[in-house]
């Protein structure tokens, strides 16, 4: 794993943003994966002000989403289709069409979750992927105990992911207890892995990510055996890390003998 622990939430959406916008200046037709959550948007603005710019096109990229709520459609305003279009969809040159999130309302999600998977092999599969980290160690649904072999299917969401997200539901909303989304072993064969992560409540994550042991307790320490994660994390994400000297130092050796080209 490559660790860059940057100053503060908006340097790491600048950082995650030179990386996506290489991919795509690199490869314009690249697949995306992408994240929702309030992590990504950021990142997501970072995209929207290059593209605007002229630096970058989506004109020719496809996407794929982690993951969508069961139950509530695609017009609710908590739908991760709702989050895509309105966050970044509508303010780039993408083609709705390439655009995939699961469907949630279908009355099939077992099948919807197996068309997904196919849907991304059809594609050629992930070039690069976004990811968050949720404060209880899972990337896209797949929460603590989820299979680490696992394909994109039906998961039913812990109490800490349900407090988490409630701050997005008002007290009397439904608020989805189950989702659709790619599974560990889904995300382990995407090309590359960007997953972000700010602020102290996702120390403990980030540590058990990066130093723990692998293990399904927390799902995202897979990624040690992934050949190209990238950690970007701010100061506060960072701070139980043990090693934080160490990420620095081989950081600043990394950008002296590879300046990445500035696309912001
Ligand atoms: P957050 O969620 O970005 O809203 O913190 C991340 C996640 O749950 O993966």
New binding site residues.
């Given amino acids: 794993m490559r660790v860059i622990i940057e100053a503060n939430s908006q340097q790491v959406a600048v950082k995650g943003a030179q990386f996506v916008s290489q991919q795509i200046v690199n490869k314009p037709d690249s697949v995306l994966g992408l994240?929702t959550?309030?992590?990504?948007v950021e990142l997501y603005g970072q995209l929207i002000n290059a593209c605007e710019a002229g630096r970058i096109s989506f004109a020719d990229v496809t996407s794929f989403n982690l993951d969508e709520y069961i139950g509530i459609d695609e017009q609710h305003s908590q739908s991760y289709r709702y989050f895509m279009n309105d966050t970044l969809f509508k303010h780039i040159d993408i083609d709705l069409a390439n655009t995939y999130i699961p469907l949630g309302n279908t009355g099939y999600p077992e099948q919807e979750a197996k068309n997904y998977e196919a849907q991304i092999v059809n594609r050629g599969g992930i070039d690069l992927q976004i990811?968050?980290?949720?404060?209880n160690g899972?990337?896209?649904f797949n929460e603590p105990s989820s299979s680490l072999q696992s394909r994109t299917r039906v998961k039913t969401l812990t109490e800490q992911?349900m407090y988490?997200?409630s701050r997005y539901f008002s007290p009397a909303e439904y608020q989805p207890e189950c989702a659709i989304t790619m599974g560990i072993a889904t995300i382990m064969e995407t090309k590359k892995v960007v997953l972000l992560a700010t602020g102290s409540n996702?120390a403990a994550a980030v540590k058990a990510m990066v130093e723990g042991g692998i293990s399904s307790m927390c799902p995202a320490s897979m990624l040690q055996m992934h050949p190209d994660t990238i950690v970007i994390v701010d100061e506060d994400a960072a701070q139980d890390l043990s090693l934080r000297e160490y990420y620095r130092s081989v950081e600043r050796m990394t950008e002296k003998m590879n300046p990445m080209e500035a696309f912001q």
């Fill in positions: 994240a959550g309030s992590t990504p990811l968050g980290i949720g404060s899972h990337i896209g992911t988490d997200n996702k």
